[in-house]
């Protein structure tokens, strides 16, 4: 399995207030991804980075800013959390080869839920 | 507008019989196709890959099909077993991209 931890796992938080993510990877890959996963929708792109502070929007960006300093960690930040942020967040990792695209590992999820 | 499709929601299938799982897109752009396996309370782990230039790739119980012309792929698992009971997503990526775009899943329940 990839080396790829998140924190917290679970989290509770009031509308309104700002919360983030961490994701922290021991694999020294150059990209990484955060998604969300909601339920008739599948996963989806939040943002992502392909370096340290490299970062683009996704498909669902708003509402999100992320940051990256150092190579292993990648934080999500929801500034003002809102209900319809209520979700399961996954990072994911990957290192580009030969090809652009190489396979995403994913770590193991954080559930947020706003009240 | 979704361009990776999974249009069924479940599947059921006895244990030793063989699940399909299906997957359409649409962007045409796509060479690069990815499943990915998913138990409650885990992150996504990949399971398969194909790219554009084939048409199959097997490991072990499972095969992917790739039918570029319909837009179509499937993953094929024989024979099912219990432990493979889990929600299955497809992905596809295009040329010059490194993101993946993913479709809303298939739940498999492999029943004894």
């Known amino acids: 399995d990839a080396g790829i931890t998140q924190s917290p796992r679970h989290k509770v938080t009031e509308t309104g207030t700002p919360v983030t993510l961490r994701c922290h990877q021991t694999?020294?890959?150059?990209?990484m991804y955060w998604y969300r996963q909601d339920p008739g929708h599948g996963l989806r792109l939040i943002h992502y980075?392909?370096?340290?502070?490299?970062?683009d929007k996704g498909e669902v960006s708003d509402g999100y800013s992320v940051s990256r300093s150092k190579t292993e960690d990648f934080l999500l930040t929801l500034e003002s959390a809102t209900s319809s942020q209520t979700s399961v967040y996954f990072c994911a990792i990957s290192e580009p080869g030969v090809t652009v695209r190489e396979t995403q590992y994913f770590g193991p999820g954080t559930r947020l839920l706003v009240l | 507008d979704q361009q990776v499709k999974q249009n069924s929601p479940s599947l059921s299938v006895q244990e030793g019989r063989i699940s399909i799982l299906n997957c359409d897109y649409t962007?045409?752009?796509?060479?690069?196709f990815l499943w990915y396996k998913k138990y409650p309370a885990e992150g996504p782990t990949f399971l398969i890959s194909i790219s554009s230039i084939k048409d199959k790739n097997e490991d072990g119980r499972f095969t992917v099909f790739l039918n570029k012309s319909a837009k179509h792929l499937s993953l094929h698992i024989v024979p099912s077993q219990p432990g493979d009971s889990a929600v299955y997503f497809c992905?596809?990526?295009?040329?010059?991209?490194?993101?993946?775009?993913f479709g809303t899943g298939t739940r498999l329940q492999v029943f004894p």
């Open positions: 962007n045409s752009m796509f060479d690069y």
């Open positions: 992905a596809a990526s295009g040329r010059d991209t490194d993101k993946l775009i």
């Open positions: 980075s392909y370096g340290v502070k490299d970062t």
């Open positions: 694999e020294n890959h150059r990209y």
